[in-house]
């Protein structure tokens, strides 16, 4: 089960991010997930996932192949615009809480902070711990109107000297984005990404080598619709 981790709440930190604080209305998206050890098995599934956001809340359910159930959370801001969100995830395969604020600073700087608590319902091997915290720390820099560079250390739960750090720059307007990053990590591999949006329809691409430091390099491909409530295109 634990071979799914890093690479869930990696891709889901890199894209939701960029989709961004303040939309109104429903997110479809559909994974195309393609594994491959170094001995040349593969196995590919589509996870699938609806996503409702409402003012400051919002409602995903989890719908695909490999991982099924929901989770919901929001958001609330300070007078000095600075963000203080929250969630909890409940799948077939773990529990999720987390805690993040984006806190905003100088000089188009914006700070972030989270923590992350996962209970794994069933640990790869009996001997593998249930129960794994995960913190993260950042810094966005913000120029022009929407555009900005991101850079996130996460830790690994499983060992404390492992860690990733995500680079990533987004360029932006008010209808289309488009993100593209590396995750290097302190085992000396490299994963890169990219996820494009363009009015409604949403692109992305990940590649992960080792993922959570086991034999297995993982392929996500994703397709998905963002449609306000207004349904202005």
Known sequence: ????????????????????FGFEGVTLLNDHILDVNNGGDNSSYDDKSARVDYRQIYLT?????????????GYVKDTRKSA???YGRFRDVDRTYQIETDQVLKYGLVGKLEFRYIYLLSPETPTDPSNLYVY????????????????????????????????????ADEK??????????????????????????????????????????????????QMPFNLIW
């Not at 996820?195 to 998905?224: N, P």
């Open 1 to 20: 089960m634990k071979k799914y981790f890093l690479c869930s709440t990696f891709l889901w930190n890199i894209f939701f991010p960029a989709i961004g």
């Open 61 to 73: 359910g989890y719908l695909g192949n490999f991982r099924t159930g929901w989770e919901g959370g």
């Open 84 to 86: 203080y969100s929250g």
């Open 136 to 171: 993260g720390a950042g810094l966005d820099k913000y120029y022009g109107d929407y555009n900005y560079l991101s850079v996130e250390y996460l830790n690994d739960p499983r060992n404390a000297s492992r860690f990733s750090v995500i680079i990533s720059n987004t360029f």
């Open 176 to 225: 289309s984005s488009l993100r593209l990053g590396v995750v290097p990590r302190s085992d000396g591999t490299v994963g890169y990404f990219g996820f494009a949006k363009y009015h409604w329809i949403l692109l992305g691409y990940a590649f992960t080598r080792e993922i959570d430091f086991s034999t297995l390099d993982r392929r996500v491909f994703t397709f998905g619709l």
